[in-house]
């Protein structure tokens, strides 16, 4: 026996149903009748109906009224447990030390939580500047430039939870309003990445990009931190591609795949 006939010896038939039905439902749009899936997967009516049943129960479909079935709040909250077990240091670092390495800048990577971010790495340049930022450390979107990259990503429903939390006024640059926040993440989709001109923190610059999971949803953002004087407005570009670079290099680890830095 081959080791591919091997692998396929191993399949549970009822799994790998239930996970055509999940994978059905997630690339249909819209809720689905059960003769529907059945018809669409070939599968029994008979299996259909018990494989839903069975999801329905742990919340991995729901049914609405009408008797349509999608996909259920814990596959989401399954989703959110693996992101968050994702090995940063074996996929992220990598590409934050040859950021580091050409810019010669503190860089971070953060990941984005609830209408915030949360620092999981952070290196720092090779001179004497230290910033206080650290792991584990907690930030609204409005005042860094990671924040804002991923902010221009975010759906309508997850900038509310953003504005519901407040927005920081921390320096005279710090964008603090909703109509002047939503023009400006509008210049950050255009050019896919957003800038930090002291609005965190006077005299301190950084450039930020959005990192996508393979779904196309905003996983997190990668930047780079100086003093205002290493990183003058001429020079903004030239540091940009470097970051957009690392950015869709990590969006590719993750299985990203789409076109948000072209």
């Known amino acids: 026996m081959d080791e591919k006939s091997k692998k396929g010896s191993y ?22 009748t059960m003769s529907t899936i059945g018809k669409e997967l070939n599968i029994a009516k008979t299996s259909v109906f018990s494989i839903l049943h069975t999801l329905e129960t742990h919340n991995f479909v729901r049914k609405d009224p009408d008797g349509l079935y999608t996909l259920g709040l814990k596959l989401y909250s399954l989703g959110i447990l693996s992101v968050r077990n994702i090995d940063s240091k074996a996929i992220f670092v990598p590409h934050m030390e040859v950021l580091r390495a050409e810019t010669e800048f503190t860089v971070h990577m953060v990941a984005y939580d609830n209408g915030e971010t949360v620092c999981l790495e952070k290196l720092e340049g090779p001179g004497s500047i230290r910033f206080l930022s650290y792991v584990g450390e907690r930030k609204r979107l409005n005042t860094s430039a990671c924040g804002k990259a991923i902010a221009a990503y975010l759906t309508e429903k997850e900038l509310q939870i953003m504005f519901s939390k407040g927005l920081n006024h921390l320096t005279p640059n710090s964008i603090s309003t909703e109509p002047a926040l939503r023009e400006h993440l509008h210049e950050v989709r255009q050019s896919g990445y957003a800038i930090d001109d002291e609005e965190g923190e006077i005299g301190i610059r950084c450039i930020g990009a959005p990192i996508f999971m393979n779904d196309g949803i905003v ?44």
Not at 222 to 235: C, D, E, G, W, Y
């Open 11 to 32: 399949i549970v038939p009822a799994i790998d149903k239930s996970i055509a039905i999940l994978n059905f439902l997630s690339l249909s749009g819209e809720g689905q």
């Open 219 to 262: 996983y997190g953002g990668i930047s780079v931190s100086t003093l205002k004087t290493n990183l003058p407005f001429q020079r903004i570009p030239h540091y940009a591609e470097k970051v957009l670079t690392a950015a869709k290099k990590i969006s590719n680890e993750l299985g990203y795949t789409g076109d948000a830095y072209s």
